[in-house]
C-alpha cells in the first residue's frame, strides 16, 4: 500500500519537527499503515489551509502522495482536534508521554489497528478527563495488555497460590502479584497495597468513564504510578531485546 502514488488514511500526529523554511516534519500513526514520517509542506505559513489539520495530537483524514523522499501530505480534514489536550499544559505532556510510549512499545513501525484505536481513544479520554493522573494509569495498563504484558492479578506468580483481600507483593520480572509468603524477600518485588491491587484489577475490565467515578487517595495514585512505571521499564527491555533479537535473525537470515 505504500508504494501507491496516493494514500487516503485517517491519522494522528505523533511527533512533528520544523524542517526547512515554512515545512514541517511529521510522524504519523495510522490504523492501517503504523507509523509513518511524512512532509506537510508550507504549514508553517500564516496563510496555510492545511496547517491547523496537521497539528500536534490532531486526528485527521489525510491524503498522502508519494514524494521524492517521502510521502507529501496534500490534504488533510479535522475528525477530532483535541483542543482541551493541546491547550492545557498537564494535558499536553500526558499526550506527549502517551506518544512516546506507544513509540517505545512499538520501535519497528508495526503499529497495529488496536494501538491506533488505543491512542486515539487516550487523547479523547484526556480531553474530558477530570483526573489525568488515572487516566495516564488506565492508558498504561492498556497499552501494556495489548502489547502482550497484561499482569497477573489473581494468582501468584510464584506458585500459583490463591490471592486474598490483603497487602501482596508485585513482581515486575514475573509480571503479576506475589503472595506475602512467596513475594518477601524476592529480588526485584515491590510492595502492593489492596487498595492499588483493586484498582488494577478494576482498570482491566472497566470502561474509562467509570474508573473516572473513582476516588483514588494520593498514596495510593503514587504507589501505582511507580508500579507502573518499574513494570513499563522491565517489559520495555524486554520488548527491545526480542527486537534485537529479531532483527539479528534478519540479518543472519539475509546474510
Ligand atoms: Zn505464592
Sequence with gaps: MLRARTIKTEAIVLRQQEFGEADRLLTLVTPMLGK????????????????GHVELFVRSEMLLSKGRDMHLVTQADTIAAHRPVRENLERSSYATYFAELLDRFTPEEEAGPALYQLFSSALGWLSESAQPELTARFFETQLLGLAGYQPELRRCVVRGCAITARAQYFDPLAGGVACPPCGSGRAGALAISLGALKVLRLMESCPHSRLMELRVSPGVARELELLLLRYITVALERSLKSVDFLNH???TASA
Design 36 to 51: 509513518l514520517r511524512v512532509l506537510a509542506k508550507g504549514v508553517r505559513r500564516a496563510t496555510s489551509r492545511k496547517a
Design 249 to 251: 535473525v534478519r540479518r
